[in-house]
């Protein structure tokens, strides 16, 4: 079972970016989002595909349509320079994958 | 505040085994799953392994499954990771991670993990 991520996004600084991840069980599953800075363990952004823990800002946000689950984050800053990961369960909800990250640069 | 500290990383060669733990505070530890992540130098992030909150069912990717054992101490708040049978593949920072549980789902915290390097 795989998700599926685009290696790289590009965006300039107070622009929005979205991040997207793919796979067959996101339509049954829930969707979580991770942000690693460089050196860094990761940190949770989303969960349950829209939800954000508390400390997360609101420009952080999470959406799912079927097998596509996307990560926008808006008023992109400098800070936002990061490895995101999302991760989901296969069909069984037991066995967890992660996308293989997407590495999005601040211009 | 919710602390995972790892511990148990080193070098070790092929075919050699290793013991991580992970002590945990600042959460009711026996009501939350847990569960291991691993990211190979440069590369991305795998999940390895996944335990109950009462270490009954216990879960593994393909990657390690009748190398690695994972169990827990609820009485001491450790989680452990057993890797027997060694590969250079193994090489990565080793992350214990808190399960959200059925609240939040996925992982709501990780701690900053330990470095395996298998060398050959």
């Known amino acids: 079972y795989e998700l599926t991520q685009p290696p790289s996004v590009s965006v300039s600084p107070g622009q929005t970016a979205r991040i997207t991840c793919s796979g067959d069980?996101?339509?049954?599953?829930?969707a979580y989002w991770y942000r690693q800075r460089p050196g860094q363990a990761p940190v949770t952004l989303i969960y349950?595909?829209?939800e954000r823990p508390s400390g997360i800002p609101e420009r952080f946000s999470g959406s799912s349509s079927g097998t596509t689950v996307t990560l926008t984050i808006s008023g992109v800053q400098a800070e936002d320079e990061a490895d995101y990961y999302c991760q989901s369960a296969d069909n069984s909800g037991l066995y967890w994958v992660f996308g293989g990250g997407t590495k999005v640069t601040v211009l | 505040e919710v602390q995972l500290v790892e511990s148990g990383g080193g070098l070790v060669q092929v075919g050699g085994s290793l013991r991580l733990s992970c002590e945990s505070s600042?959460?009711?530890?026996?009501?939350?799953?847990m569960v291991w992540v691993r990211q190979a130098p440069g590369k991305g992030l795998e999940w390895v392994s996944g335990?109950?909150?009462?270490?009954?069912?216990?879960f593994y990717a393909d990657s390690v499954k009748g190398r690695f054992s994972i169990s827990r101490d609820n009485s001491q708040k450790t989680l452990y990771l057993q890797m027997r049978s060694l590969r250079a593949e193994d090489t990565a920072v080793y992350y214990c991670?808190?399960?959200?549980?059925?609240?939040?789902?996925?992982?709501?915290?990780w701690g900053q993990g330990t470095l395996v390097t298998v060398s050959s």
């Open positions: 991670a808190k399960d959200g549980g059925e609240t939040q789902g996925g992982i709501d915290h």
């Open positions: 069980a996101l339509a049954k599953e829930f």
């Open positions: 600042g959460f009711t530890f026996s009501a939350y799953g």
């Open positions: 335990i109950t909150e009462t270490g009954v069912r216990t």
């Open positions: 349950k595909d829209t």
